[in-house]
């Protein structure tokens, strides 16, 4: 354990104090969300901030960005107090935010959105269309996004795109400090290096960056200092140089971590085929062959490819989701045919989806409604329903699953990123599923909570159970995949055994290339 | 580091329940609060005959109000509700003055037509908003149309009248003062209120109307359970219909101008959220409550029309800001 | 594309016209009624139609409207009725100012129109320079009937309350206006005046919060038959005989009513004959006979139990 000493980073004299924040605190209720936090800002830095989620990260975010008052504590930006009353007049004082989630309008174009703020108008007081598409196109081009047609509306883009869009319309303005809250979680390595040299530009402009994230590899890519929440606290705030990814895990979640990132070869045994797709095709779909592949009883499958490479198209087609313009979904060597979620449910198959607010979870219901939705027959007699049952089952799986909640009647919304994921694994689990479809099932979870998660996935496996699993990011498919398929294109490039497991193989599979570096793609 | 389940042992539906009540604080202290004003301002409220005329006055509000709950939790909203009801009660008018039934006849044969027409408009209503995924404004609005015009073109556009002695009888009866159409409307109440908390059926609207695609994936039809939202609604526009023709003794084609937005008033101002998941039945009997006793009181004290239907609209503005609050702090 | 459309306006009138000049003489009249979702004016529609048939020498082209404020289709109507070059225009105005315009080039057009029902508003007739005669019942003047055979079982000091009907419409006016002329000729003690809207089921609301507020009441005058029996089921249900109603219309559903006694009267305005005799005297013009000046008024009959 490092001991949290006052680092050598804690304001040497000299330095620049831009933007101070001392024992800040803020309540809702009787709530404590931060409950004194200390740091500053020096000009021109890249700064993170991390801490598990619900350590306080994202209400000092909402605070910076005066979407909530503060309570007690003091702020001071360029000397002076700062106390922002609306976002307005965060954004006057030059602190511009790129929310997780996103604020952008969808039938509006990217022209639109990006200048929605202060719309240019022509002398007769109408939308000036040109110097609107201009201004947009300057923006885009700034940060490298010079194949997008600004006309276009945001609906038409990915959702990494327009979380460049965002960024782009932040950086639009004259601002000071930048933060970007999470801003790679939905983001290909490639995006996220365009971002990153992004940062490093406007670093170089004298703009403050508050980076935001779950990827510490990321923070010591590009961030100068750290500072780690934990319970609402500030911990500590270190320079870069002079601390380690282990020491600053340690510090958020206070204990030590298990290396769930061995990459032993250990030989499995898998049972037979549990789901086999033959040349399926989604309507998304445009090539000619489709994507075949097995998978067996306890093998953990991994998709890998870039975002739009059509890795959740085919998780959506064999759930039935999507219409299947061609090929076939086999469950144990059958032919299946599922026309809706209903019918790849009743075959075995749960799916546990990226998006949990909107496709995954009902926030405003209770966890116990919540894990029980998916298999309401078993905790209901005759369409009535038994909540005793229903309470079992869900604490049954909360603890198995490790979830940290208050109680099962509590609406989902109050659990944190990490422990709403559980959920939506818990409400599957609860279906004693044979096959489970995985897409990005850690997103936007913090460290420790991953973690279990791996351990929970590993032992569904090992109980037999098949995992088929689409993520982004590749140290999480290399630590529980036995396979990892890499999309391009809507097409599978390449299959990797684990022993040909590197983030660079995935990488040239998924951009379209063959030739690997420690071994033969299959 | 699990913080669990020593403390988790009230059962679920009460703790739903208490929820509900939670939420129906605000709502129930106004209503408390309107009785008072009237109590004190004006000398005939608080008495029993009044009270009798204000359940009387409020029933048809609130068995409609029943179903339009069972529409708005999961996300829709019924139009046709006072269209539909005319039609329920000319065609039930049709069957009761048919000639060559007894009395029980008669009236079990306009009970049966009544209900029979709204469940068919309602499942019209569901069926094409659910199959083609369009917003249940547009359709109800047509069907709003389509009920009164048929409802005038069979009635012929003539008051239908003469019924049974025995339908007016149940229509004016008493029991110790409360007047039983109303208790047919607080059956109502209670079976929508244990539909929608006890059981899988109830709990998959709540789940659509927060999160339709969430309930979809989970491989429920969520059709079908938009569909039974909608035929609810035709069913209670069908036994507000019975209601209607009980009370007043005659079926007219131009009955229930407007009901359905007092209907939806009545939802929102107790407390269900316009676009869905949240609310419950009991909030919408005070709401009923509500604006039956503001039409009395604001009569008894002598307000003009005018004034009348000034101060009701303010209600149910106050009614949707009151429950933005609400949804901000259930929110955080 | 104006000229286009008015040529081709011109066109279909010209060939509709010479259609009808080859096919026979009978003259055509338009008859623009109120809306047909109320019983009165179905009736009378009824009536107009056998009429045409009974005497068999004239074209019916009838339109209703969809509600009672739907004027915008009765200036459409009558638009449609110069195009298609009509002899004669019989209308019961949904709206006593805004008619008056589309009349005016009806009668430039050489139309004859005949005003049924609800009087043009004199007023907008004097600024738009025509005069129009108007036949049908004094409202004022039936409900005055109704009123005064209350005001004669109740004498004088008699409490009584107005159900009116919908706010701003017309005949609503006249009526109100009617009742409050016998309130005062017979010096009744006027409580309370409130619109049901022309519904039975809110004048059975309104009136029963009425009676709580003043439960000394002894007479209901209500703008017609429909919230007549409204005003009746809620003095059932309070268990009251002792108040005495009277309503307006005399529609089949209050006959029993006015027989056994829970209403007083009610006022018959021959509605069914209504539209049919304006057509006939649009026709005795047309054929030749002299125009038609000031209040044609048309027969009004207090109904009372014998």
Redesign the interface.
């Known amino acids: 354990m490092v001991a949290a000493t006052q680092t050598a980073a804690q304001a040497p004299a000299h330095s620049t104090q831009f933007l101070s924040v001392e024992r800040l605190k803020k309540y809702f209720g009787g709530v404590k969300a931060l409950d004194g936090v200390s740091f500053f800002l020096e000009q021109g830095e890249v700064h993170a901030l991390v801490g598990e989620n619900g350590a306080g990260k994202s209400t000092l975010i909402k605070i910076l960005s005066g979407v909530f008052p503060y309570d007690h504590g003091a702020i001071s930006l360029d000397g002076q107090t700062y106390r922002p009353q609306s976002p307005h007049e965060a954004k006057e004082r030059g602190v511009q935010v790129v929310h997780q989630e996103f604020n952008l309008l969808d039938h509006l174009s990217i022209a639109e959105n990006i200048s929605i703020e202060k719309l240019p108008r022509n002398r007769f007081g109408l939308l000036d269309r040109p110097e609107l598409n201009s201004r947009a196109r300057k923006a885009l081009d700034a940060i490298g996004l010079t194949d997008i047609d600004v006309k276009a509306p945001v609906s038409t883009l990915g959702i990494a795109h327009r979380q460049l869009v965002e960024i782009a319309r932040a950086l639009q303005s004259e601002s000071q400090i930048l933060i970007l809250d999470e801003p790679t979680a939905t983001l290909t390595e490639r995006e996220t290096k365009r971002l990153f040299e992004l940062v490093a530009r406007i670093k170089a402009d004298g703009v403050t960056v508050v980076f935001v994230s779950h990827h510490l590899d990321e923070v010591f890519e590009i961030c100068d200092r750290v500072t780690v929440f934990r319970n609402g606290r500030t911990i500590a705030t270190d320079l870069i140089a002079e601390t380690t990814p282990d020491g600053i895990v340690q510090r958020m979640v206070g204990r030590q971590l298990a290396g769930e990132m061995v990459s032993g070869d250990e030989q499995k045994d898998f049972g037979g085929v549990a789901l086999s797709v033959q040349n399926l095709r989604t309507e998304a779909n445009p090539t000619d062959t489709g994507v075949s592949f097995d998978l067996r009883y306890g093998e953990i499958v991994g998709i890998a490819g870039l975002v739009g490479a059509g890795r959740t198209e085919i998780l959506r087609g064999i759930f039935g989701i999507d219409p299947v313009r061609s090929g076939e979904v086999q469950r144990d060597g059958e032919t299946a045919r599922f026309s809706g979620p209903g019918d790849a449910i009743a075959a075995g198959i749960g799916f546990v989806t990226e998006d949990r607010k909107d496709e995954g979870l009902i926030l405003d219901m209770p966890i116990s409604a919540n894990i029980s939705l998916a298999n309401i027959n078993s905790v209901s007699q005759a369409g009535l329903l038994k909540f005793a049952a229903e309470r079992r089952q869900a604490t049954e799986a909360g603890e198995k699953l490790k979830l940290k909640y208050g109680r099962t009647a509590d609406p989902a919304s109050s659990l944190s990123g990490g422990n709403q994921q559980k959920v939506v694994l818990a409400k599957w689990l609860a279906r004693d599923p044979k096959v489970l479809l995985l897409d990005e099932p850690t997103r936007g979870v913090d460290v420790g909570a991953k973690a279990e998660i791996y351990a929970i996935l590993k032992d569904l496996a090992r109980s037999g159970v098949a995992l088929l699993v689409v993520s982004s990011e590749m140290p999480e498919l290399m630590t529980l995949a036995d396979r990892i398929l890499v999309l391009a294109e809507h097409q599978i490039q390449g299959t990797l055994q684990r022993a040909d497991f590197s983030e660079e193989n995935i990488l040239k599979l998924a951009y379209g290339q063959t030739e690997l570096a420690g071994g033969n793609s299959q | 580091?699990?913080?669990?389940?020593t403390?988790?042992t009230?059962?679920?539906?009460s703790?739903?329940s208490v929820r509900t009540v939670l939420q129906n604080a605000g709502i129930g202290r106004a209503l408390l609060a309107l009785i008072i004003f009237f109590s004190v301002f004006?000398e005939?409220?608080l008495?029993p005959?009044?009270i009798t005329?204000i359940l009387?006055?409020i029933t048809?509000n609130l068995v409609l109000a029943v179903g339009m709950t069972f529409v708005i939790l999961i996300g829709g909203i019924d139009l046709s509700v006072g269209s539909v009801m005319a039609f329920a009660a000319v065609v039930a008018g049709k069957a009761i003055t048919l000639p060559g039934f007894g009395p029980a006849e008669a009236i079990a044969l306009a009970v049966i037509a009544a209900t029979l027409t709204g469940v068919l408009c309602g499942l019209i209503n569901g069926a094409i908003s659910a199959y083609w995924a369009l917003p249940s404004f547009i359709i109800t609005l047509g069907m709003l149309n389509i009920a009164?015009g048929a409802a005038?073109q069979v009635s012929?556009?003539?008051?239908i009248?003469?019924f049974p002695y025995a339908f007016e009888e149940f229509g004016?009866a008493m029991i110790y003062g409360v007047p039983v159409v109303f208790l047919v409307a607080l059956v109502l109440v209670f079976m929508a209120w244990f539909v929608l908390n006890?059981?899988?059926?109830g709990?998959?609207l709540?789940?659509i109307g927060?999160?339709e695609?969430?309930?979809?994936?989970?491989?429920?039809?969520v059709r079908r359970y938009k569909i039974a939202a909608f035929t609810i609604c035709g069913f209670t526009a069908g036994i507000a219909a019975v209601v209607?023709m009980a009370?007043?003794?005659?079926s007219?084609?131009?009955?229930?101008?407007g009901f359905e937005l007092n209907a939806i008033a009545a939802v929102i101002i107790g407390g269900t959220s316009l676009s869905g998941?949240?609310g419950s039945v009991i909030g919408t009997l005070l709401g009923a409550f509500i604006i039956g006793v503001l039409?009395?009181g604001l009569?008894?004290i002598?307000l003009s029309?005018?004034m009348r239907q000034m101060i009701t609209g303010v209600v149910i503005i106050f009614a949707v800001i009151l429950d933005h609050y609400r949804a901000k702090y259930?929110?955080? | 594309m104006k000229i286009f459309k008015l040529a081709a306006a011109a066109a279909t009138g010209l060939a509709l016209l010479a259609g009808t000049a080859m096919a026979d003489d009978k003259p055509k009249v338009g008859l623009i009624m109120k809306s047909l979702a109320n019983e009165f004016f179905q009736n009378m529609m009824a009536g107009a139609e056998a009429h045409q048939e009974k005497r068999g020498d004239y074209e019916l082209l009838a339109v209703g409207m969809q509600n009672e404020t739907d004027f915008e289709s009765q200036i459409n109507a009558v638009e449609n009725f110069i195009t298609q070059g009509v002899d004669a225009i019989v209308v019961a105005p949904a709206d006593s100012r805004a008619m008056v315009r589309p009349l005016k080039k009806a009668m430039e057009a050489g139309i004859v129109v005949v005003n049924f029902d609800v009087a043009l508003d004199e007023d907008a007739k004097k600024q738009q320079g025509i005069e129009l005669a108007f036949v049908g019942p004094d409202n004022r003047g039936g409900a005055k009937l109704a009123g005064d055979a209350l005001g004669k079982k109740l004498g004088e000091g008699g409490k009584v309350v107005i159900i009116e009907g919908n706010p701003g419409a017309d005949n609503a006016n006249q009526r109100r206006m009617g009742f409050e002329d016998s309130v005062a000729e017979y010096k009744l003690d006027l409580l309370d005046s409130r619109t049901a809207h022309w519904e039975t089921e809110e004048a059975n609301t309104v009136f029963s919060n009425m009676l709580t507020a003043h439960p000394d009441i002894q007479g209901v005058m209500a703008a017609n038959d429909s919230m007549a029996i409204g005003v009746v089921k809620a003095l059932e249900s309070a268990g009251r005989t002792d108040i005495m109603v009277v309503g307006f219309d005399n529609i089949p559903a209050v006959g029993p009513m006015i027989e056994d006694g829970r209403m007083l009267a009610t006022v018959d305005q021959f509605g069914t004959d209504m539209a049919a005799n304006a057509i006939d005297l649009a026709l005795e013009v047309v054929g030749g006979g002299g125009e038609l000046k000031g209040w044609v008024k048309t027969p009004i009959e207090l109904v009372a139990a014998q």
Do not use: K
């Open positions: 580091m699990t913080l669990q389940t403390t988790d009230l059962p679920a539906p703790r739903f004006t005939h409220f008495t005959n009044n005329n009387t006055q048809i009164r005038l012929d556009a003539q008051t009248y003469s004016s006890f059981t899988v059926f709990r998959l709540y789940g927060n999160n695609e969430a309930v979809r994936l989970a491989g429920q039809s209607y009370r007043l003794n005659i007219s084609p131009i009955a229930g101008i998941g949240r039409a009395n009569i008894l002598g029309d005018f259930a929110a955080t």
